[in-house]
């Protein structure tokens, strides 16, 4: 069980940066990789960004791909979500999303545990 709090979102300007939080607790020794998606209004949930228990090892969606990083702590207990050059399209509520037992991420999280989501709204 990987319990998930995210923080951070809000309201921004176009062009503008913000940067997500996500705080994994759990008592399993087990590795999970991490990431994120988001939900627009009226749309499907979509994948963003993803982070294997090593920090080298990332993806992204194609949408996001050099303006978000993600990153993780040393702890590996907290993931991050840095976004830049923001679009009024990346407003959406964003989930942080874990998977257990996963090292390597070359796909995106299947979701085993989700968080509340936190709003992200970009000004035009």
């Known amino acids: 069980q990987v319990h998930l709090v995210e923080s951070g979102g809000g309201l921004v300007q176009a062009g503008g940066s913000l940067r997500l939080s996500c705080a994994a607790s759990t008592r399993t020794f087990s590795p999970y990789a991490m990431g994120w998606f988001r939900q627009a209004p009226g749309k499907e949930r979509e994948f963003v960004a993803a982070?294997?228990?090593?920090?080298?090892?990332?993806i992204y969606a194609d949408s996001v791909k050099g303006r978000f990083t993600i990153s993780r702590d040393g702890a590996k207990s907290t993931v991050y979500l840095q976004m830049n050059s923001l679009k009024p399209e990346d407003t959406a509520v964003y989930y942080c999303a874990a998977d257990q037992n996963v090292v390597v991420v070359i796909t995106p999280l299947r979701g085993d545990y989700w968080g509340q989501g936190t709003q992200v709204t970009v000004s035009s």
């Open positions: 982070i294997g228990w090593s920090a080298a090892n990332t």
